[in-house]
């Protein structure tokens, strides 16, 4: 099969690690039904057991609703699950490393920070998608590095899809989408709302309202 990076748009919610076990999987569920299509199981801890259990249901499920899961930091969960897509940044192994164990056809997504050579340099060795961010404060990762959303413009010519993160609400999301990124990843403003199925649908409107067309440009 080959990588979908068509499917890198819009909203892109991102697991918090606060829920776990079958709350993890009924929130998930509830954001599914409600439309998102795009998701990342991001599990800082070290719980292995855990983990492989909740990224092998979590495959499931988003495949149940034509989702496509991408696996946070770990190549050898990402084999293990037979995962098609994983999410990497500077502390986590490098893209030559992840095509010898994961093979030409696994998408792989980087973070780039704030920093476009390091995006150019990614794209040479074969990223399928660039994540810039924290484009706002972010209540999940506080120390984040800050990113202008000008980058999104000056992105562009490097001809990937491209992720802002970091802090992104239904005040800023479509601030987020007019400054030119195919898709917005969110944590807090999506699971950590009181109703997640309001809030995927309001995310996703609210992007989907000011996207750019980018062959318009
Ligand atoms: C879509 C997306 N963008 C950026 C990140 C951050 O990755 P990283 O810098 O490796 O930090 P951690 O998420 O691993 O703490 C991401 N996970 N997803
Ligand atoms: C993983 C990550 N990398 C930069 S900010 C961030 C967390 C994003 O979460 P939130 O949407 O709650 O700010
Ligand atoms: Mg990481």
């Known amino acids: 099969m080959k990588r979908q990076r068509e499917r890198i748009c819009g909203l892109y919610g991102i697991t918090d690690g606060r829920l776990q076990g079958e709350a993890l999987l009924e929130t998930t569920e509830i954001a599914l039904r409600a ?13 292995d057991g855990r983990r492989v259990q909740e990224a092998a249901a979590l495959l499931a499920l988003c495949r149940s609703y034509d989702a496509l899961l991408v696996i946070n930091d770990d190549p050898e969960l990402t084999r293990k699950i037979g995962a098609s897509a994983i999410h990497v940044g500077e502390e986590d192994p490098g893209i030559n490393d992840l095509r010898t164990l994961l093979g030409p056809e696994v998408l792989i997504g980087v973070s780039c920070y704030n920093d476009l050579e390091r995006a150019r340099r990614l794209v040479a060795a074969g990223a399928d998608y660039l994540a810039f961010g924290s484009v706002y404060p972010s209540p999940t990762k506080p120390k984040a590095r800050r990113a202008d959303l000008s980058l999104f413009r000056a992105a562009r010519p490097l001809g990937l899809p491209l992720v802002a993160i970091g802090g992104i609400t239904q005040d800023t999301m479509a601030e987020v989408a007019a400054a030119g990124a195919d898709a917005a990843a969110v944590i807090s403003a ?3 709302a009181g109703d997640v199925a309001a809030a995927t649908q309001r995310l996703q409107g609210l992007f989907s309202g000011k996207a750019r067309r980018h062959h318009d440009q």
């Open 35 to 47: 439309g998102l299509r795009l998701l990342q199981y991001r599990d800082k801890t070290q719980e």
């Open 190 to 192: 999506l699971f950590g």
